[in-house]
């Protein structure tokens, strides 16, 4: 117990408690919990919408003027360190915690749902309106997706991994706040960041509960119901903390390319049987698209045309809003993973590479769905049925299913079991090996969050806690971006000042052997 004791810190205690009590609201007063995070929802998404476009798109800018900036060369860690991993091996690590069930969750449900309902400027139904599914699709799971979380991550890379500081958020503003990232203040950051992470955490295990459920009713007509999903979250539960036991070397690192062969498997499958053809044509032209319109893309609000407006706001915002919530815990899941780089690798790789992944997913079951002929009957499915539906269309139906079943529970346990070591890490002042009971503790509050957000409300509750947990961190985020440049532009200096002085030196030398 005095182990524990000497690594455990007020955070955990406080931020422990506030997931509690929460769950504890949730059980007792479903409603009222339901009634406050929709108002809360409401209030951001209507007068704050153009905040997160603009903080978003920001992060966008800073990171591409990094990686071209001479900071680039900066490498995370001392400048003889060898990254830990190989490059396949960081990619499925960063790929399964970044992204997971969400790719496997919405691979069919946003397309399908913006061609066949819902259009964002075109006419639903229409060749225009296939192409804008995919390329909006792109622009919420790109580039800047993985700038809010590069940004994150870099910041507590570099703050850990060069200036020797705590694995923590708060002392990541150690430039603009000096000591006080030791005090109250300090513990405020890592309390809201711990919060938002669970509550992130939470949707996501909430979103890949639904679908195991909707997968199970579809294929053997297992009820769709809360308490099936409660077995699911309990299933799950047991299954990510024995993986939490392994410690992040063996559990994770075997979890991650586990899952990199079964995402490929289920891809390469569905490309095979699905319209290859189309599949490839489409894609190669819906990126130019993205490419050409996402400066549009990423300001546009549509003020003065309410439907369009409340489009943006249901889904432009609702991403921007997750991708931020869960950047605490991708962000300082990435850095764990990421020592030994420079800046411009690290930054290259996190936008790049994952992004180009998420596109050709999308592309793959976007356009098997679309192209169905009864596509329709499909985007009329319960949204976490939608997969199943379409890969039952196809060849190989049930066997493509079953795998996208333990796709969904392998992500399900590699998102919680990261999420349990990064809320271990940032509870114990940044401790790489946190506590087994710490981990424990978060796994569990993890878990009743999940339950509780699914009971109250079903997956629209949990967009409404999402929002509501993710504008607080946003403002962190902010300072962070701003702490991070300033820490740079030091480092820029010292070593311009270092090269001067050697040089002084070199020449000094050499007047003195021609004297």
Not at 72 to 98: H, N, Q, R, V
Not at 128 to 139: D, G, H, I
Not at 229 to 256: D, P
Not at 361 to 383: C, H, P, Y
């Amino acid at each position: 117990m005095s182990k524990l004791s000497n690594k455990v810190t007020l955070v955990f205690w406080i931020s422990i408690a506030i997931s509690t009590l929460s769950v504890i609201w949730g059980t007792a007063a479903p409603d009222n919990l339901k009634l406050v995070t929709k108002t809360v929802r409401d209030y951001i998404t209507i007068h704050f919408g153009w905040y997160y476009l603009l903080v978003v798109t920001l992060f966008v800018i800073f990171c591409i003027f990094i990686v071209i900036s001479p900071f680039g060369k900066i490498k995370l860690g001392k400048p003889d360190e060898s990254p830990d991993y190989s490059l396949p091996t960081w990619f499925a690590m960063l790929f399964s915690a970044g992204m997971g069930i969400g790719l496997v969750f919405w691979g069919v449900a946003e397309p399908l749902h913006h061609y066949i309902k819902n259009a964002p400027t075109a006419e639903a139904g229409t060749t225009a309106a296939m192409k804008e599914s995919m390329k909006f699709t792109y622009f919420h799971w790109g580039i800047h997706a993985w700038a809010i979380y590069a940004m994150v991550a870099l910041s507590l890379a570099y703050f850990k991994f060069r200036r020797g500081a705590p694995g923590l958020v708060s002392a990541t503003l150690y430039p603009i706040l000096g000591e006080k990232v030791r005090g109250p203040i300090g513990k405020i950051i890592d309390i809201i960041a711990i919060f938002a992470t669970v509550v992130g955490v939470a949707t996501t295990l909430g979103f890949g509960a639904t679908q195991i459920n909707g997968g199970l009713s579809y294929l053997l007509d297992i009820p769709n119901t809360f308490w099936v999903q409660l077995i699911i979250i309990g299933v799950v539960t047991v299954l990510f903390m024995f993986s939490a036991y392994t410690g992040l070397s063996k559990g994770i690192k075997y979890l991650s390319n586990a899952n990199m062969f079964l995402a490929l498997i289920l891809f390469a499958g569905m490309l095979i049987v699905g319209p290859t053809l189309i599949i490839m044509n489409v894609f190669t032209d819906t990126i130019g698209q993205y490419l050409r319109d996402v400066p549009n893309m990423s300001f546009r609000l549509e003020p003065f045309n309410e439907d369009r407006n409340s489009w943006v706001q249901g889904w432009t915002v609702f991403y921007w809003a997750w991708w931020i919530a869960w950047s605490p815990f991708v962000g300082i899941f990435i850095a764990r993973v990421s020592r030994g780089r420079t800046i411009r690798e690290f930054l290259i790789g996190v936008l790049a590479v994952p992004s180009l992944v998420s596109f050709l997913w999308f592309a793959v079951f976007g356009m098997s769905a679309t192209e169905l002929d009864n596509a329709k009957e499909i985007a009329n499915l319960a949204t976490e049925q939608q997969l199943f539906g379409t890969l039952m269309e196809y060849p190989l139906g049930t066997i493509l299913s079953i795998v996208a079943l333990c796709l969904i529970g392998t992500f399900f346990i590699t998102s919680a079991d990261s999420a349990t070591f990064v809320l271990g890490m940032q509870t114990t002042n940044g401790s790489l090996n946190p506590p087994k009971t710490v981990k424990f503790s978060w796994g569990l509050a993890q878990a009743g969050m999940a339950a509780i957000l699914l009971y109250t409300g079903g997956l629209q509750g949990l967009q409404n806690a999402l929002i509501s947990a993710a504008f607080p961190f946003s403002i962190i985020m902010l300072l962070m971006m701003y702490s991070l440049y300033k820490a740079l532009n030091e480092d820029r200096l010292k070593l311009k000042k270092e090269k001067q002085a050697r040089k002084q030196e070199q020449q000094s030398e050499e007047s003195s052997t021609s004297m």
